[in-house]
């Protein structure tokens, strides 16, 4: 597979020639200066593409080209933020970039309640605790139809928790929540994301899949014109949150979202820890059943908390997903598109844990984007892939695949 890195551009604390140093060949970036809703000119995107090849690196996937709210919401007029997009994608393929990953998610982008989770090692992880959603929802943000989401003994463990927590604890959580994540194109404050969840109060699930679909019809033929592959991301978490409807949750979802068109620009990105923080999804199934439709991986590892509820980012070998049988799957992908002609299979390792030098004061970094945290995971999956590799070669596909389902 192609081995990418996530760079958040020329403000990222990571540079480009540190990203060469990872053993990565690719970047996966944005033009993330430039507003949601307008048209990357041909010029700026030629531009960034020119500074990461002068570093050595290709351009290999964008991610994202933000969704306008409008389209996902449905508003009048949301057409104009379609046919945008559709000539970003138009021009991302004149540039000759041809992956793009983009998300439906509404309003809130990926979330999180902790951003230094501490590990029993010292590291510090990414961790969505439910019930400290519950406590921004009921006692924070005040949301009218909040009640409803929650049992009662959720509400009362809510409760409990937000008078034991001092106000500094209550105004970092809500930073978390709403200041936006790297990669999360537009941060809130409570009064305007209370005004964007009521663009959503007629909005369902099935409104939101009109929507999902309206914008597909309105930017596939331009990806196909493009040869630009597009590559939908998973919720995260993978569940509705503050009311709003989620669609790309599970594989049922996916299924659907694939059967809006045949189209080969039309397909996922598989992001196993989105999709693993539920039970009911087999990471390993849907890369199988998935495998010519996705055009990019993410590959990290989350660990489920008491009910499943509540999870935080696992070491990228650990935790809740066989990453050992999503790497079968995806290598017996890229082996058959190597004897096909077909194109390469981009992955990039996801949210590392923060460490080392990483850890000390005054150091700038990303949380979830740290450069060691993800070093190390990248050399770990890279050792994966290699020894997948082997297996295949030296065992055969049919052998090694039975042997592994005998042993498990």
């Not at 995107?45 to 409008?70: C, F, M, N, Y």
């Not at 005040?142 to 509400?155: K, M, N």
Request: include cysteine; hydrophobic fraction near 40%; proline fraction near 5%.
């Amino acid at each position: 597979m192609e081995h990418t890195w996530r760079w958040f551009g020329p403000h990222d604390p990571i540079s480009l020639r540190q990203i060469r140093q990872t053993g990565a060949t690719g970047v996966v970036t944005a033009l993330h200066e430039i507003p949601n809703g307008q048209v990357w000119p041909v010029h700026e995107i030629a531009a960034r593409k020119q500074a990461i090849e002068e570093a050595g690196l290709t351009w290999s996937v964008v991610e994202s080209i933000p969704v306008h709210e409008d389209i996902k919401s449905g508003e009048p007029g949301c057409e104009r933020w379609i046919d945008a997009w559709a000539q970003t994608v138009r021009n991302l393929g004149e540039c000759g970039i041809h992956t793009v990953c983009y998300n439906f998610m509404p309003v809130l982008d990926w979330t999180r309640t902790d951003l230094r989770f501490a590990l029993p090692d010292g590291t510090w992880a990414l961790r969505f605790d439910h019930r400290d959603l519950a406590v921004f929802d009921l006692h924070v943000l005040g949301r009218a139809d909040a009640l409803d989401d929650y049992s009662e003994a959720d509400r009362a463990d809510a409760a409990r928790r937000y008078e034991a927590m001092t106000q500094s604890e209550v105004d970092a959580l809500s930073a978390t929540i709403l200041a936006g994540l790297p990669g999360s194109e537009e941060s809130s404050t409570v009064e305007s994301l209370r005004a964007d969840l009521r663009r959503y109060e007629r909005v369902d699930e099935a409104a939101m899949r009109r929507h999902l679909a309206t914008f597909l019809a309105g930017v596939l033929p331009a990806a196909e014109a493009a040869d630009v592959r597009l590559a939908i991301h998973p919720d995260d978490p993978p569940r509705s949150l503050l009311g709003l409807p989620r669609i790309v949750s599970t594989a049922h979802d996916a299924r659907w979202i694939l059967a809006q068109s045949p189209s080969a620009a039309n397909g996922l990105t598989l992001c196993t820890g989105s999709y693993g923080v539920r039970p009911d999804n087999d990471v390993v199934e849907m890369a199988r059943e998935f495998a010519s439709r996705i055009h990019f991986v993410h590959l990290r590892s989350t660990q489920r908390e008491g009910d499943g509820r509540s999870f935080h980012e696992a070491p990228h070998l650990e935790g809740d997903v066989d990453m050992v049988g999503v790497m079968s799957a995806l290598v017996a992908e890229e082996r058959r598109r190597a004897a096909h002609g077909g194109a390469r299979l981009p992955m990039r390792p996801d949210h590392g844990h923060q460490m080392l030098y990483d850890q000390e004061p005054g150091r700038r970094a990303n949380p979830g984007y740290t450069l060691i945290g993800r070093l190390k995971g990248l050399a770990e999956l890279r050792g994966l892939e290699r020894a997948v590799n082997a297996l295949f070669a030296n065992v055969g596909l049919a052998e090694s695949l039975g042997s592994r389902e005998t042993s498990s």
